[in-house]
């Protein structure tokens, strides 16, 4: 068998050309470039097999990036597996805002709320070396992946294995002058009609209540006390959920509140100030 033929079957199988592609170069080590230059390459039987694996499993719902077991945020490369939500390409906006509005030299206290895989907080400290991060993440999974990822990244953060909503003694002398966040916001009731491949994902990183809106209302009731007087609050945002949210923090008086639209068009950062 051939790279020509191998290549065909993913295309067939996959109905998506990139996938197809990344799928080739990960197993045959063959970019988009080079696999046609390349098509008479014959493929050993120990690679044919892990190609079919990896094949029949994203065939069926698997996510490729657990397939591989990573991806990538902002360039940043991340392992991630089952029990780890998949940074999306949305939530790099939010640290973009952060390097567009703060200075390499800022030296504040971070903290990123429901961390999964520790893509925000990884990715803000390698770029703010002199910030001081911390990040919280409730599942043991995920968190395992997060302390992974903060190794092979070599960056040092403060990481908490707990839940968001209890109280934590590290935070008695600490205030946060960013408190960011990417909570789940689909809506129980939504969950169920999400596509195959993010059922995958852990139904922890995807449930955010009734309305969707429960983590935005009690971050708000469980970490205003610990934003500086000058911080902000950053969070992503579910589809159309920006209204809700920008209620809230005006019943909290912030003053000034900032909503980006993401690539879709669609609402997707709140950025508050007091
Ligand atoms: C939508 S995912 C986002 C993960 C990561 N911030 C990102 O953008 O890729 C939400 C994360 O919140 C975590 N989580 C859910 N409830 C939590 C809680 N009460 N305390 C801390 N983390 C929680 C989930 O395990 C999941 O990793």
């Given at each position: 068998m051939n790279l020509f033929e191998v290549y065909k079957i993913a295309l067939d199988m996959l109905k998506n050309k990139t996938e197809a592609v990344i799928l080739i170069e990960e197993i045959f080590g063959f970019n988009r470039i080079d696999i046609s230059l390349n098509y008479n390459f014959e493929i050993n039987e120990n690679s044919k097999k892990v190609f079919f694996n990896y094949l029949n499993r994203i065939k069926y719902g698997e996510p490729i990036q657990y397939v591989l077991g990573k991806t990538f945020f902002l360039g940043l490369e991340l392992k991630v597996g089952p029990g780890v939500f998949i940074p999306r390409p949305e939530t790099e906006l939010l640290v973009e805002y952060i390097f567009k509005n703060f200075k390499e030299d800022f030296s504040g206290n971070i903290i990123d709320l429901?961390?999964?895989?520790g893509a925000i907080a990884i990715y803000l400290k390698k770029y703010l070396k002199n910030a001081k991060i911390w990040a919280i993440e409730k599942s043991p999974e995920a968190f395992d992946y997060l302390v992974a990822n903060t190794k092979t990244n070599n960056v040092k953060i403060k990481y908490i294995l707990g839940n968001i909503f209890e109280k934590f003694s590290?935070?008695?002398n600490n205030k946060f002058d960013i408190i960011i966040s990417n909570p789940p916001y689909i809506k129980t009731g939504d969950i169920e009609k999400l596509d195959k491949n993010v059922k995958f994902e852990p139904y922890i990183a995807l449930d955010g209540g009734k309305d969707g809106l429960e983590f935005y209302r009690n971050i708000l009731k469980f970490w205003l006390s610990k934003l500086k007087k000058n911080g902000i609050i950053i969070f992503e945002l579910g589809i159309g959920q920006h209204i809700e949210v920008k209620k809230m923090f005006n019943n909290y008086e912030f003053k000034n509140t900032t909503i980006l639209k993401d690539f879709?068009?669609?609402?997707?950062i709140i950025i508050a100030k007091q």
């Open positions: 429901c961390s999964g895989s590290e935070f008695n879709s068009n669609i609402e997707r």
